[in-house]
């Protein structure tokens, strides 16, 4: 939100709510011969959202991705690569779905991690 001035008078923006929410989730997914999508969260509330969280990687072989996918399934910037027992705090704004991606070669190797984010949209 931003404030107009001018040499007469300071108005800003109206106030709006704002809701927040906070979870956190263990992840797993078990590796296979191509690369798997783990979809850690899915936002089904609204486009205007902003999450800050982290994910953490403690059980695996090889590196795994973090990516943050707009509302057409585009990452959102560069995903994020970890490697076991690393762990990456982030914040994003306009996503509609945050997934760990699984190396391809990892048949029956398990992945496990944990994922939190708090949200925050406006309430209508």
Known sequence: MGCNSSSSA???CPNKE???DKVCSPWSGLGAVAAVDVIVYTNNITQNIVGT??????????????????ST???????????PG???????????????????????????????ITTRYPIS
């Open 10 to 12: 300071l108005s800003c």
């Open 18 to 20: 704002f809701v927040q």
């Open 53 to 70: 969280g982290y994910l953490q990687y403690d059980i695996g072989s090889g590196n795994v991705s973090l990516e943050v996918l707009d």
């Open 73 to 83: 399934g585009a990452v959102i910037g560069t995903a994020i690569t970890l490697t």
């Open 86 to 116: 690393t762990s990456v705090a982030f914040t994003y704004r306009r996503f509609s779905a945050i997934q760990v991606v699984l190396p391809a070669a990892s048949a029956g190797i398990t992945f496990q991690g944990e994922f939190c």
